[in-house]
């Protein structure tokens, strides 16, 4: 029975070390597919060439601020907004604008600094036309006021001489 034990044992060892052989087979096999997939990848990426330090892109490093730029969307509102309007009629042009970004003060608000100028030429027309007008109807409201002075006079001067004459007539009826 001995026997049949150490034979059993040496046949469980022979079996372990098939075994452990055929897995150091599978796994060198590996080894070599894998490797020589990445031999084959690099060869295929870079042509072939073997990269030597005058074709390999090197830069140098300094010390210095780190600049970091941050692109996001989104919205932006004002936390107080005053909205500024034109009163001017109709279209015009500007003729000049602050610069863009430049901050008003207490101070420029009190001595009143123009942000905006606007082109007046034809706002000035327009008043040198109103006051053309203006002084035609002023004109004509005097010219009427006088032709109706004199035509009044001349009415109270009709009635007169007419009461005069129905006077002539009656003391003429009477002698």
């Known amino acids: 029975m001995e026997n049949s034990i150490v034979e059993n044992n040496n046949a ?5 070390r098939t075994r452990s052989k055929r897995s150091a087979v599978v796994v060198a096999g590996l080894v070599i597919l894998f490797g ?11 042509g072939g060439q073997i990269a030597t330090t005058d074709q390999t892109p090197t830069y140098e ?6 600049l970091v730029t941050v692109s996001a969307g989104g919205t932006l509102q ?6 500024v309007a034109s009163q001017v009629e109709g279209t015009t ?3 000049s604008v602050i610069p863009e970004g430049t901050i008003i003060t207490e101070q420029d608000v009190e001595n009143q600094r123009v942000l905006m100028e606007l082109d007046a030429s034809q706002a000035r027309e327009r008043v040198e ?8 109807a002023s004109a004509a409201l005097t010219q009427t006021e006088e032709d109706y002075t004199i035509q009044r006079e001349q009415n ?3 009635i ?5 004459r129905v006077r002539f007539a009656l003391m003429e009826l009477q002698r």
Request: aromatic share 6%; no cysteine.
């Open 78 to 83: 004002a936390m107080r907004s005053h909205e």
């Open 129 to 136: 036309q109103q006051e053309i007008t203006v002084q035609d």
């Open 36 to 46: 020589g997939g990445g031999l084959l990848y690099g060869w295929s990426r870079w």
């Open 156 to 158: 109270e001067s009709d």
């Open 160 to 164: 007169a001489q007419a009461e005069l």
């Open 12 to 16: 469980t060892a022979a079996s372990e």
């Open 93 to 95: 042009q500007i003729l």
């Open 61 to 66: 490093i300094t010390r210095g601020p780190l």
